[in-house]
């Protein structure tokens, strides 16, 4: 029901910022909560930050003070804004989307584990 499309990656030097764009699309009625997971070589895919509906938010403690996540409920759309970024933020970054809210021939139902195709993020001088 859902496909999630990122935009924004690319190769910053460190202390630069990105910003990072996430557009839901499909046949749903709402998103309880979309967020931001990361995956760099070698490692398992962790939390960057998420955010509901209502605009409550959670991120992870690396980030905190330099990343702000924030959405547009009504353009289904979710945004990372990345400053002071480091070396260790390089990775591919997905977008996430969870409880969808979408209507089945049965029902409203509540849908999630919907993923972004992932996009690029270098850190580098």
């Known amino acids: 029901q859902v496909q999630l499309v990122e935009s924004g990656g690319g190769l910053v030097q460190p202390g630069g910022s990105l910003r990072l764009s996430c557009a839901a699309s499909g046949r749903f009625h709402s998103i309880n909560v979309m967020g931001w997971y990361r995956q760099a070589p070698g490692k398992q895919r962790e939390l960057v930050a998420a955010?509901?509906?209502?605009?409550?938010?959670n991120s992870a403690d690396s980030v905190k003070g330099r990343f702000t996540i924030s959405r547009d409920n009504a353009k289904n759309t979710v945004y990372l804004q990345m400053n002071n970024l480091k070396p260790e933020d390089t990775a591919v970054y997905y977008c996430?989307?969870?409880?969808?809210?979408?209507?089945?021939?049965?029902?409203?139902?509540?849908?999630?584990?919907?993923w972004g195709q992932g996009t690029q993020v270098t850190v580098s001088s």
């Open positions: 996430n989307a969870e409880g969808v809210l979408a209507y089945s021939g049965s029902g409203w139902r509540n849908y999630g584990g919907y």
């Open positions: 955010i509901t509906s209502g605009g409550s938010t």
